[in-house]
């Protein structure tokens, strides 16, 4: 969750923790400090966040600043979740705690009366241990069969057996609330928790009590919230009762990235590639993700995740290593890979109702016109003529799953065309992308040849894993 933590401090008793002149602060003064000093000395307290630095970061970094307990709503893959666990990095690397202690209660402020006693008698020979700030990181799913006990605690049977009266606050085993004390605790896809689980949260996040099988238990307990969740208008599944909305002092609504270069930055970020995945292909399944959202054929309601586009730069490298396990090439991605998007990538679109059956003709649709656009964007300006000339109505030029970026480039047509530079129109191409090695260069040749064929300058043939330009 964050960097590798370093040593762990080798204080073991209360004592010693005094004598090394440790100060206590409380988590939101913690987390505030911790925060205005890094934003102070220049440092990116968010790591791994793209497109939000001037929209969502600030809102956030406000919220903590004011102590609230903060709820994030968006449609899906839009970082949420993602956006939440970054907020460990604001916490102390090593926290002290009371060995022993359930709670994780720091020795300099003890919530419950059997830490408070144990201060008293046993003073500086208190021991006590240290939590690495992922530690005081809980998350949970929230789902429907979640329970009070889960979230907030239950008596238990067992110490009520060993002679425990039912009032004794030793009788309850704390829910995973209580148990982050010193703590965040995360809970995504808040709607979706019941009604009144939701209910047991309104002392926790406001009056900081635990109320368990009919007694309350004063409990200061040290603890932020924060929740994703997406609008009501798509969670069809529940919703955020009114009282609870009202805890959370600050509501935050994400989105997906605005510039096409913060999209390229999260897929190559997220997207765990098994080949090379050239920038340009990376930048057609961004645009074709971005056309998506803006599709009317496409239920806008639920959005199109940032992990259609990481799925589809997972396949793409998944058809290059494929090729080059049957071939012998080399495992870098080529556009010709993309076709392989549409078909496994269709489950994770929601399409409005009357576009029944059209589902695959759309996904072709805006990954044509993202590599449309992608081929404007770079070529723009260059004389394809020649080779589109070179096609003399017999010759023709082969790529596909089981071709390799040699075979290709051997199988291009002579051309006489040539940039101001001198240099040949295949070179132009590919210093346009700045293609490294044969296999990029086959890329971008690739890449031109379809941008002829979008723009009716060339006809294509596609079957049997192969694609005929001439």
Same mark, same amino acid.
């Given at each position: 969750?964050?960097?590798?933590?370093?040593?762990?401090?080798?204080?073991?008793?209360?004592?010693?923790?005094?004598?090394?002149?440790?100060?206590?602060?409380?988590?939101?003064? %913690?987390?505030? +400090?911790?925060?205005? &000093?890094?934003?102070?000395?220049?440092?990116?307290?968010?790591?791994?966040?793209?497109?939000?630095?001037?929209?969502?970061?600030? /809102?956030? +970094?406000?919220?903590?600043?004011?102590?609230?307990?903060?709820?994030?709503?968006?449609?899906?893959? /839009?970082?949420?979740?993602?956006?939440?666990?970054?907020?460990?990095?604001?916490? #102390?690397?090593?926290?002290?705690?009371?060995?022993?202690?359930?709670?994780?209660?720091?020795?300099?402020?003890?919530?419950?009366?059997?830490?408070?006693?144990?201060?008293?008698?046993?003073?500086?020979?208190?021991?006590?241990?240290?939590?690495?700030?992922?530690?005081?990181?809980? +998350?949970?799913?929230?789902?429907?069969?979640?329970?009070?006990? *889960?979230?907030?605690?239950?008596?238990?049977?067992?110490?009520?057996?060993?002679?425990?009266?039912?009032? *004794?606050?030793?009788?309850?085993?704390?829910?995973?609330?209580?148990?982050?004390?010193?703590?965040?605790?995360?809970?995504? %896809?808040?709607?979706?928790?019941?009604?009144?689980? /939701?209910?047991?949260?309104?002392?926790?996040?406001?009056?900081?009590?635990? /109320?368990?099988?009919?007694?309350?238990?004063?409990?200061?307990?040290?603890?932020?919230?924060?929740?994703?969740?997406?609008?009501?208008?798509?969670?069809?599944?529940?919703?955020?009762?009114?009282?609870?909305?009202?805890?959370?002092?600050?509501?935050?609504?994400?989105?997906?990235?605005?510039?096409?270069?913060?999209?390229?930055?999260?897929?190559?970020?997220?997207?765990?590639?098994?080949?090379?995945?050239?920038?340009?292909?990376?930048?057609?399944?961004?645009?074709?993700?971005?056309?998506?959202?803006?599709?009317?054929?496409?239920?806008?309601?639920?959005?199109?995740?940032?992990?259609?586009?990481?799925?589809?730069?997972?396949?793409?490298?998944?058809?290059?290593?494929?090729?080059?396990?049957?071939?012998?090439?080399?495992?870098?991605?080529?556009?010709?890979?993309?076709?392989?998007?549409?078909?496994?990538?269709?489950?994770?679109?929601?399409?409005?109702?009357?576009?029944?059956?059209? !589902?695959?003709?759309?996904? %072709?649709?805006?990954?044509?016109?993202?590599?449309?656009?992608?081929?404007?964007?770079?070529?723009?300006?260059?004389?394809?003529?020649?080779?589109? #000339?070179?096609?003399?109505?017999?010759?023709?030029?082969?790529?596909?799953?089981?071709?390799?970026?040699?075979?290709?480039?051997?199988?291009?047509?002579?051309? #006489?065309? &040539?940039?101001?530079?001198?240099?040949?129109?295949?070179? &132009?191409?590919?210093?346009?992308?700045? &293609?490294?090695?044969?296999?990029?260069?086959?890329?971008?040749? !690739?890449?031109?040849?379809?941008?002829?064929?979008?723009?009716?300058?060339?006809?294509?043939?596609?079957?049997?894993?192969?694609?005929?330009?001439?």
């Amino acid at each position: 969750m964050s960097e590798r933590p370093g040593s762990r401090p080798t204080l073991s008793t209360l004592g010693e923790l005094r004598a090394s002149g440790h100060v206590y602060r409380p988590l939101r003064e %913690e987390m505030r +400090e911790n925060l205005l &000093a890094r934003l102070a000395s220049g440092e990116n307290p968010w790591p791994g966040m793209h497109g939000m630095a001037t929209t969502v970061v600030p /809102q956030l +970094e406000r919220a903590i600043i004011a102590g609230h307990d903060v709820v994030l709503l968006g449609e899906r893959g /839009q970082g949420k979740t993602r956006l939440l666990r970054t907020l460990v990095g604001l916490l #102390d690397e090593w926290s002290p705690a009371i060995a022993g202690s359930e709670l994780s209660e720091h020795p300099y402020a003890p919530i419950t009366e059997a830490m408070r006693a144990r201060v008293e008698t046993e003073g500086d020979a208190l021991p006590i241990l240290w939590r690495h700030r992922d530690e005081r990181y809980v +998350e949970k799913l929230s789902t429907p069969d979640t329970s009070v006990a *889960d979230m907030i605690g239950d008596v238990d049977p067992m110490r009520v057996a060993e002679g425990r009266r039912l009032g *004794d606050p030793e009788t309850i085993h704390y829910g995973l609330v209580p148990r982050a004390n010193r703590g965040i605790v995360a809970l995504n %896809e808040l709607p979706d928790l019941a009604e009144r689980i /939701q209910v047991a949260l309104l002392n926790v996040m406001e009056e900081r009590d635990v /109320q368990i099988r009919g007694y309350v238990l004063r409990l200061p307990l040290d603890v932020l919230v924060v929740a994703s969740a997406n609008p009501e208008d798509y969670t069809n599944r529940g919703r955020i009762i009114t009282p609870l909305k009202d805890r959370f002092g600050a509501e935050i609504r994400t989105h997906y990235p605005l510039e096409l270069a913060d999209e390229i930055a999260v897929v190559r970020q997220e997207a765990r590639l098994t080949a090379e995945v050239p920038d340009v292909v990376l930048e057609i399944l961004a645009r074709f993700t971005r056309d998506l959202r803006e599709s009317p054929a496409v239920n806008q309601a639920s959005g199109v995740s940032a992990r259609f586009a990481i799925s589809g730069a997972e396949t793409v490298a998944a058809a290059a290593r494929h090729r080059a396990a049957l071939t012998g090439d080399e495992p870098v991605a080529r556009p010709v890979d993309t076709q392989a998007v549409t078909a496994v990538l269709r489950g994770k679109v929601e399409f409005e109702s009357g576009e029944e059956g059209r !589902e695959q003709d759309i996904l %072709e649709h805006g990954l044509r016109s993202a590599t449309a656009q992608t081929v404007r964007e770079h070529f723009a300006g260059l004389d394809l003529g020649p080779l589109v #000339d070179a096609f003399d109505g017999a010759r023709t030029v082969t790529t596909g799953e089981r071709v390799t970026a040699r075979e290709l480039l051997d199988s291009l047509p002579a051309l #006489d065309g &040539a940039d101001d530079e001198g240099a040949g129109l295949y070179d &132009a191409i590919a210093d346009r992308l700045g &293609a490294r090695g044969p296999a990029e260069r086959a890329g971008a040749i !690739e890449l031109a040849l379809e941008g002829l064929y979008l723009v009716r300058r060339l006809s294509k043939d596609t079957g049997d894993g192969e694609t005929v330009y001439g």
